[in-house]
């Protein structure tokens, strides 16, 4: 299995409050992915990074930010969390462009 | 935009059977990568099977075959001999070659039934 860790696993806030999710690897991959899943919508792609401090923007990027500080940590940030906000976040890894994608287990965020 | 999508959104099969799980995309690039995920209960995504698509011969792995039609831009998974631990979610992902992202169906939910 791919060295893919997230935290929290699981987190519950309120409505307004700021909340970062951690992902960190030992693959050394040059890739790393935040994804959100919802009942319905699959796999939706918040924010993704193709090396250190070099970030692009998914389809549903409103609302949250990243970092990439180094290799093996990818932040995301939701700098007021709103209720819409509430669920399942995956990290995911690959080393290249072609390269397979290989996901972390997940964080389930819920916000009140 | 690529999109993937799975036209099934739940599918049952008997133990010991056969089951497909349909899977179409679309795109205008001749260059890209094909997927398919399992995503079991515990919700870990794991990996069943990979196709290119320069590659004409359809990828295999163990129990779980696909059928790629380029031209018809279809990816079907064929499940054989079904197993109690095969019931799961399954994602279709489509990855263009030249860019980093991928693009995920939104899921088709397997049931084995003993």
């Known amino acids: 299995d791919a060295g893919i860790t997230q935290s929290p696993r699981h987190k519950v806030t309120e409505t307004g409050t700021p909340v970062t999710l951690r992902c960190h690897q030992t693959?050394?991959?040059?890739?790393m992915y935040w994804y959100r899943q919802d009942p319905g919508h699959g796999l939706r792609l918040i924010h993704y990074s193709y090396g250190v401090k070099d970030t692009d923007k998914g389809e549903v990027s409103d609302g949250y930010s990243v970092s990439r500080s180094k290799t093996e940590d990818f932040l995301l940030t939701l700098e007021s969390a709103t209720s819409s906000q509430t669920s399942v976040y995956f990290c995911a890894i690959s080393g290249s462009e072609t390269d397979t994608q290989y996901f972390g287990p997940g964080t389930r965020l819920t916000v009140l | 935009a690529q999109t993937v999508t799975q036209s099934q959104p739940e599918m049952s099969v008997q133990e010991a059977e056969t089951v497909t799980l349909s899977c179409t995309y679309d795109t205008s690039e001749s260059d890209y990568y094909l997927f398919w995920y399992k995503q079991p209960p515990s919700r870990q995504m794991i990996l069943v099977i990979r196709q290119e698509a320069y590659k004409q011969q359809n990828a295999t792995e163990n129990r779980f075959s696909v059928n790629f039609q380029k031209a018809a831009k279809s990816f079907s998974l064929k499940i054989s001999d079904s197993q109690l631990g095969d019931a799961a979610m399954y994602f279709c992902?489509?990855?263009?070659?030249?860019?980093?992202?991928?693009?995920f169906g939104d899921g088709t939910t397997l049931t084995v039934k003993p």
């Open positions: 693959e050394n991959h040059r890739y």
């Open positions: 992902a489509y990855k263009q070659t030249n860019a980093g992202k991928s693009t």
